[in-house]
């Protein structure tokens, strides 16, 4: 008969025991840089959150008040909301009035006031489109005189005296132009200013 033997191997287990518990001298230096790392994270956090905070508050507050009013202009129904109308001036009727028409060598001009000398209209030579020597040619008053009249028809201008001023070439035809525009004339005035033994006169120039 062939006896069995059992071997028992012994294991020791403070050897085990000492490597499982004591680590290594990396993983000492692993350790000690995460728990640096943890501590600085935790000190930069406090500051970072509070500044966030704000600034969302203050954010928040100026976007709920767009939509306030936004939801206000959509709740209202389409039938409350009233236009305002706007009121239509009505414009003043000048019937009659005066006419003063001033004809100098170089230009001609034409003003249009009612019978206390507020002015409604006025044009000239060079404003119809008269440049140079043409301003003080007799048609150049026709025109100033026709374009006058034409801004003064919403008035209801129909009467006129008209005063005339000055020894340019455009004072007759400015007149006529009147009368062919529709105005009837009352009355004509001369009111070109003459020296009397007033003033004396300049020395006659020698061309």
């Not at 000690?32 to 943890?38: D, F, I, S």
């Not at 206390?116 to 301003?135: L, T």
């Not at 009249?149 to 005339?164: N, R, T």
């Amino acid at each position: 008969m062939v006896k069995k033997v059992n071997k028992s191997i012994k294991v020791s287990p403070s050897k085990d025991k000492e490597d499982l518990s004591t680590p290594s001298p990396k993983a000492k230096s692993l350790e000690m840089t995460n728990k640096k790392a943890v501590s600085d994270n935790k000190k930069t956090e406090i500051p970072t959150k509070d500044l966030s905070n704000k600034k969302l508050v203050k954010s928040s507050g100026g976007k709920d008040k767009k939509d306030q009013k936004k939801v206000k202009k959509e709740d209202v129904p389409k039938s409350k909301i009233v236009k305002k109308k706007k009121k239509k001036k009505s414009q003043r009727q000048v019937p009659r009035g005066r006419v003063y028409i001033t004809s100098t060598y170089n230009n001609t001009l034409v003003t249009i006031t009612d019978l206390e000398g507020n002015v409604i209209a006025w044009g000239s030579a060079g404003s119809s489109g008269f440049k140079g020597a043409r301003r003080g040619t007799p048609y150049a008053a026709t025109v100033t005189a026709q374009n006058t009249c034409e801004k003064v028809q919403k008035f209801g201008f129909s009467e006129a005296d008209v005063f005339v001023k000055g020894i340019g070439s455009g004072r007759e035809s400015a007149i006529r132009a009147l009368h062919s525009s529709g105005i009837e004339i009352s009355l004509i005035k001369d009111v070109t200013p003459l020296a009397h033994g007033g003033c004396r006169p300049k020395k006659v120039r020698r061309v």
